[in-house]
């Protein structure tokens, strides 16, 4: 897959949110979750003042977003690292507050076409599913590995799978004959345990499963957890956070976090709230934003993300 095939979700939208904060000499984007550069490279071409620092843990994913912006020059800083890792990736680069920061969240569109990777439900591969090959356990390992009860566990807290039980005997069952290896097997375990009224609505039956794995092995809601506060705290006063999420596991943590920080932490009846207790963030979505008819159309990855920003007004106390 090249970089350039890539379309962004909702590109106008974040545009139009991060570029009002975009457009004085030196202004940085931190895009805490790069895939293929394409938000990225439009903030870039849009914003001539800024420059960005691009984070992302999958090795191929950065290459090629490299090679699609390297004819920005030194506009666009690569860093192979998790999101949660923003405090670091910008101490290394000597950069002390960020005007923005986005998170495009979930598997990205190359890693679902790469079947060899392990995402897909829909072909045969190796049960991998890490967004780093380099470092991790697999999908395998955590199928193989956990214990029914923690098998249990992942499928109901991940994939809110109402099945896992079930699902997970079937799991249990199946590897004290052999290892799990395939995602193809795994399929058939799963669309075998769910009753046939079920599989014939909510979309395939692995969708839920394959979720829950690839969260675990990747950590994915928690480094959410820690990489929000962190971006926040990287966002110099004025600066904005957006991010896109793709189901409600996120979009609730993104909720909690923005919605938190957006509040005063003194009681409602007091008549004037102290100097360091004003709330730090200001909401600049109503809720969560959704995708249009137009854009899902054009787009069919924008069917289920939710879109939330904010504006830190002020440092921490």
């Known amino acids: 897959m090249t970089a350039s095939r890539h379309v962004p979700v909702l590109l106008d939208r974040i545009l139009a949110l991060v570029s009002p904060v975009l457009t004085q000499p030196g202004s940085v984007l931190v895009d805490a979750t790069l895939g293929l550069g394409g938000h990225a490279e439009a903030v870039l071409d849009r914003c001539p003042q800024a420059r960005v620092v691009g984070i992302d843990r999958d090795p191929r994913a950065l290459e090629l977003a490299t090679t699609r912006l390297a004819p920005f020059g030194d506009r666009f800083s690569p860093a192979h690292a998790v999101y949660d890792e923003i405090p670091e990736v910008l101490a290394g680069l000597g950069i002390a507050r960020v005007q923005a920061v986005l998170f495009d ?66 799991i249990v069952a199946a590897r004290e004959q052999q290892s799990l290896t395939s995602s193809a097997a795994l399929v058939e375990l799963i669309r075998a345990s769910i009753p046939a009224a079920a599989r014939r609505t909510g979309g ?50 993104a909720k909690q976090v923005l919605v938190t920080r957006s509040r005063t932490d003194v009681p409602e009846d007091l ?47």
Do not use: C
Not at 142 to 152: C, F, G, H, I, R
């Open 105 to 170: 969240l979930g598997v990205s569109s190359m890693q679902l076409d790469e079947t060899e990777r392990g995402f897909a439900y829909r072909a045969d591969a190796p049960l991998d599913m890490r967004m780093d090959p380099t470092r991790g356990p697999t999908a395998a390992d955590v199928l193989n590995t956990y214990s029914a009860d923690q098998l249990v566990k992942v499928l109901r807290q991940y994939g809110e799978e109402r099945f896992a039980p079930r699902i997970v005997r079937a």
């Open 204 to 253: 395939h039956p692995a969708k839920r499963t394959f979720q829950a794995l690839r969260i675990e092995v990747n950590d994915e809601l928690g480094a959410l957890r820690r990489a929000l506060p962190a971006a926040i705290d990287a966002l110099a006063v004025g600066g904005r956070i957006v991010v896109m999420s793709y189901q409600s596991l996120e979009d609730r943590i």
């Open 271 to 317: 008549p004037v709230v102290p100097a360091g207790h004003e709330p730090e963030l200001r909401l600049l979505t109503r809720g969560a934003e959704l995708a249009d008819d137009a854009e899902i159309t054009a787009n069919p990855r924008a069917a289920s993300v939710r879109v939330r920003a904010a504006e830190r007004l002020r440092e921490a106390a």
